[in-house]
């Protein structure tokens, strides 16, 4: 059972127009969410992060907003650049303070900026 | 500048082969991690590890085991190489306790053939 989300497998863009990528999540435990960029041959980065007690987080062009009732993120790049071409992850971590600090992954959106 | 390096970025081996992947990293985390990332499937866990001599199974810890035998380095073994295990592994770390994203190394793009 997948409990982290990306249902759109890819998304395409234009060159200065925002990108919107899309994650849901199932366990109401999860309240710490980062999202990750990957290029091919290369580790995921990470990118940017919320936890459950703020709505949005800002860092230059990447925003991310989070929907606590609707157990919903999304990520927006405002505006996209061509470098932004790659897989984006969203991950998800419960509420705890213990060893057991294992992200939970989606299974990527890649994204394409056309110029 | 903190790092998780990774042995090889690119690795052929023969099917039947025993293969190693080394992952060291250099920020004194508590927990690593062995991923392999595949075309439409995502990162799934293979294994992962809180502290030294402990391991745990991930998601898909068939035909692989791990080694932890000291803090910093974190070894991934294919115990008989077979041609479905050609793929992307990533190694991770993190640290313990609150909020603490992983640092992911550059990767070893394995293919057996």
């Known amino acids: 059972d997948q409990q982290v989300k990306q249902n759109s497998p890819s998304l395409s863009v234009q060159e200065g127009r925002i990108s919107i990528l899309n994650c849901d999540y199932t366990n109401s435990m999860f309240d710490y969410f980062l999202w990750y960029k990957k290029y091919p041959a290369e580790g995921p980065t990470f990118l940017i992060s919320?936890?459950?007690?703020?709505d949005k987080n800002e860092d230059g062009r990447f925003t991310v907003f989070l929907n606590k009732s609707a157990k919903h993120l999304s990520l927006h790049i405002v505006p996209s650049q061509p470098g932004d071409s790659a897989v984006y992850f969203c991950a998800a971590s419960p509420t705890h303070t213990g060893a057991n600090s294992k992200l939970t992954f989606g299974k990527g959106i890649t994204l394409s900026v056309r110029p | 500048d903190v790092k998780v390096t990774q042995s090889s970025r690119y690795l052929v081996k023969r099917t039947g082969e025993k293969v190693f992947l080394e992952c060291v990293q250099d920020m004194d985390h508590e927990n690593m991690f062995w991923y392999r990332q595949d075309p439409g499937l995502g990162l799934r866990l293979i294994y992962f590890?809180?502290?030294?001599?402990?391991?745990e199974k991930g998601d898909i810890p068939e035909g692989y085991s791990v080694s932890r035998e000291k803090k910093e380095r974190f070894s991934l073994i294919l115990e008989s190489a077979s041609t479905n295990q050609t793929s992307m592994y990533l190694c991770?770390?993190?640290?313990?306790?609150?909020?603490?994203?992983?640092?992911f190394g550059s990767g070893t793009r394995l293919t057996v053939v």
């Open positions: 590890s809180y502290d030294v001599k402990m391991k």
């Open positions: 919320i936890s459950s007690i703020k």
């Open positions: 991770a770390s993190s640290r313990t306790g609150g909020y603490y994203g992983y640092t």
